[in-house]
C-alpha cells in the first residue's frame, strides 16, 4: 500500500457504477470523505470528454467538481487548475480508413465521436442503448466509411454482439500494427488507437502537468484498458469482478464487485480505517 494518497482516479463504467448508473452509496461517501480531507479525485474513462461527462459528478451528487478528467482512453485530458481539455496523438484519416477496410471481413458497426454526438455506420441496437444512455445523439451515416475518416480522430470503436467475442478479439489481435493497436474496452466493444495512447500515459500526463508524484496516486478499473492505469498509478486497484488482464496488472483486487460497493469498501477497509 502506498504511504501518501494525494489522487484517486477511477475508471467509471464497471468500477464506480452500472453502466449509465449512479456511483454506488458507500463509493460516494468514501470519495467525499476523502476529498475532504484534501485528496483529489477523478475519473479515467475511454468517453470523450464532454458536457455529459462533465456533469457527471452532478448526477453522481457529488458535493464537488471533478478535479481531474481523463477521456478516450488517455487521448483527452481535463483538469481543474488547467481546463481546456488537450488531445494526445490522434490517429490520422489515413490510419482509420486502414483499420475500416481491415475491419470489413466482420460487418461491424463503426463509431467515432465528434464533440458531443458520436458517428455510426449504421443503426443497429447496440449504439442506440448507447445513445440512450450517454444522452449523446448519434449520426449515422448509412454506410459511408468517408465520413467516419474525414479528419483525425483519437480512434475508432467497433460493437458486437457478446456471442461473437472469441471470433472478434481473435481476428482483432492479428491487426495492430506500430501505427495502432487494437483493445477490448468493454463487453462488446473494441477500439483502436494511437499505440502511444492509455489511460496509464494520461495518468502520466496528468502528474507531470500538475507536479505530482504518481507514486501518490491510486488507481481502480475492471476492464483492459485500465491495465496501464494499475500500472502506472503508485497503487492499482482491479474490481473482483475484473478482467484477468486487469487482475494481473493490479496491486489488489477489491473483495467487492462493482455492485457491491466494491471501490466503497476498499478504501474504507485499506485506508480510511486502517
Request: proline share 3%.
Amino acid at each position: 500500500m502506498i504511504e501518501t494518497l494525494n489522487v484517486i482516479l477511477a475508471d467509471i463504467d464497471e468500477t464506480l457504477c452500472r453502466k449509465g448508473g449512479q456511483i454506488f452509496p458507500i463509493t460516494r461517501q468514501a470519495i467525499e470523505t476523502l476529498h475532504a480531507q484534501g485528496v483529489k479525485f477523478g475519473v479515467a474513462t475511454g468517453r470523450a470528454i464532454n458536457s455529459r461527462v462533465f456533469e457527471m459528478n452532478t448526477f453522481w451528487n457529488l458535493s464537488f467538481e471533478f478535479d481531474v478528467i481523463i477521456g478516450m482512453n488517455g487521448g483527452h485530458l481535463w483538469t481543474k487548475d488547467h481546463p481546456e481539455v488537450k488531445n494526445y496523438h490522434l490517429l490520422p484519416e489515413s490510419s482509420i480508413q486502414e483499420i475500416l477496410e481491415r475491419m470489413r471481413p466482420l460487418n461491424l458497426n463503426a463509431i467515432i465521436y465528434e464533440d458531443e454526438h458520436m458517428v455510426a455506420l449504421r443503426h443497429d441496437v447496440f449504439q442506440e442503448e448507447s445513445s440512450k444512455r450517454n444522452h449523446v445523439e448519434t449520426i449515422i451515416t448509412n454506410g459511408d466509411e468517408a465520413r467516419l475518416y474525414a479528419h483525425s480522430n483519437n480512434n475508432i470503436l467497433f460493437r458486437y454482439d457478446m456471442e461473437r467475442e472469441e471470433e472478434v478479439m481473435t481476428y482483432v489481435r492479428t491487426l495492430s500494427c506500430d501505427k495502432y493497436r487494437a483493445m477490448r474496452t468493454a463487453p462488446g466493444c473494441v477500439e483502436f488507437m494511437d499505440p502511444r495512447v492509455s489511460k496509464g500515459t494520461g495518468l502520466l500526463n496528468y502528474a507531470a502537468e500538475e507536479g505530482i508524484d504518481p507514486s501518490t496516486i491510486m488507481g481502480f478499473g475492471d476492464n483492459d484498458n485500465d491495465v496501464e492505469l494499475l500500472e502506472e498509478a503508485g497503487w492499482g486497484v482491479c474490481l473482483k469482478n475484473g478482467t484477468e488482464a486487469c487482475k494481473k496488472a493490479a496491486d489488489a483486487i477489491t473483495e467487492y464487485t462493482c455492485v457491491e460497493d466494491g471501490v466503497g469498501h476498499y478504501l474504507y477497509d485499506h485506508w480510511i480505517n486502517r
